[in-house]
T-cell receptor, first 117, second 111 residues
Framework: GAVVSQHPSRVICKSGTSVKIECRSL??????MFWYRQFPKQSLMLMAT?????????EQGVEKDKFLINHASLTLSTLTVTSAHPEDSSFYIC?????????????FGPGTRLTVT | QKEVEQNSGPLSVPEGAIASLNCTYS??????FFWYRQYSGKSPELIMF????GDKEDGRFTAQLNKASQYVSLLIRDSQPSDSATYLC???????????FGDGTTLTVKP
């Protein structure tokens, strides 16, 4: 199956610092990756779509200067939360699109739990 | 109206029963349909996909698709407590890289 990894799985940082989260497709190349955020007991919220070699497309209401996304290769996308604040504490999940036989299929990484103190 | 609608639940079934999860979508151009399972505190996991009208079976899971009614469902036979999770329905236009997700239905299987 298609495997997507994320690192770190859990991070605690102080308010005002920046945190980088890595998302890798381990056994396939992904021209498109996605970043989601999920608060407890709430649904997935798409933050941005990341395309290899081009600028990310952010969803309405997501601050692009705060959530920096880089998709430098076909297997790696990074999300940097800049000047993190306690309200940024959440579960961040990436997914990658696999071009399968009959469709694109999205596979998710295991997620990164961010706590800002 | 949301593009992909699911009953939020919670849906509660006894162990051994059939759980039926439903999803409707608004984009008639949708051609690919997916079911994901998300355990509490974990990320979603792809468990089924279906492209053609009718039924598709995989073990205890059956996905059903009716494009005319813009309806897709997931049946879980012989439900087990380990099936307790939130089930997400997702659709895309096949060659569109991004799927649109519903908010999910929470299923509880009681022993």
């Amino acid at each position: 199956g298609a495997v997507v990894s994320q690192h770190p799985s859990r991070v605690i940082c102080k308010s005002g610092t920046s945190v980088k989260i890595e998302c890798r497709s381990l056994d396939f190349q992904a021209t498109t990756m996605f970043w989601y955020r999920q608060f407890p007991k709430q649904s997935l919220m798409l933050m941005a779509t990341s395309n290899e070699g081009s600028k990310a497309t952010y969803e309405q209401g997501v601050e692009k200067d705060k959530f920096l996304i880089n998709h430098a290769s076909l297997t790696l996308s990074t999300l940097t939360v800049t000047s993190a604040h306690p309200e940024d504490s959440s579960f961040y999940i990436c997914s990658a699109s696999l071009l399968a036989e009959r469709s694109y299929e999205q596979y998710f990484g295991p997620g990164t739990r961010l706590t800002v103190t | 109206q949301k593009e992909v609608e699911q009953n939020s639940g919670p849906l509660s079934v006894p162990e051994g029963a059939i759980a039926s999860l439903n999803c409707t979508y608004s984009d008639r151009g949708s051609q690919s349909f997916f079911w994901y399972r998300q355990y509490s505190g974990k990320s979603p996991e792809l468990i089924m996909f279906i492209y053609s009208n009718g039924d598709k079976e995989d073990g205890r899971f059956t996905a059903q698709l009716n494009k005319a009614s813009q309806y897709v469902s997931l049946l879980i036979r012989d439900s087990q407590p380990s099936d307790s999770a939130t089930y997400l329905c997702a659709v895309n236009r096949r060659w569109a890289g991004k799927s649109t997700f519903g908010d999910g239905t929470t299923l509880t299987v009681k022993p």
